[in-house]
């Protein structure tokens, strides 16, 4: 399994991405993130997670991503790509919706 950091902002998101690339090369087809630790991020958050959604569609994988932070989705829906991320996104409860914050 692959996770996020606690902080993943703008100075985080080259060497975080080029990580999780390399882990996904090595993962199976269902490649699995929990990101039950991120805490503070920035829209460079974002755009790792599609940045790997896309890594994993080159590669024929799945990415699912779990814990993702409500704070997370709900900033995706701003930017308009929750859509993109709410087939990879789930908590323990099953796929995250839209919250109110």
């Known amino acids: 399994m692959l996770g ?13 991405l080029k990580q999780l690339c390399a882990g996904i090369a ?12 991120l ?10 997670l599609l940045e790997l959604r896309r890594v994993c569609l080159r590669q024929d994988k799945h990415l699912l991503i779990e814990g993702a932070p409500a704070r997370l989705m709900h900033l995706a829906s701003l930017y ?3 859509s993109l991320l709410e087939n990879t996104a789930q908590n323990s409860a099953g796929l995250l919706a839209p919250t109110a914050l």
């Open 39 to 48: 805490q503070n991020f920035d829209s460079s958050a974002l755009a790792v």
């Open 26 to 37: 090595s993962s199976p087809q269902r490649v699995v993130l929990d990101a039950q630790a």
């Open 4 to 16: 996020l950091p606690a902080v993943l902002t703008h100075a985080q998101a080259g060497p975080c």
């Open 80 to 82: 308009g790509v929750q």
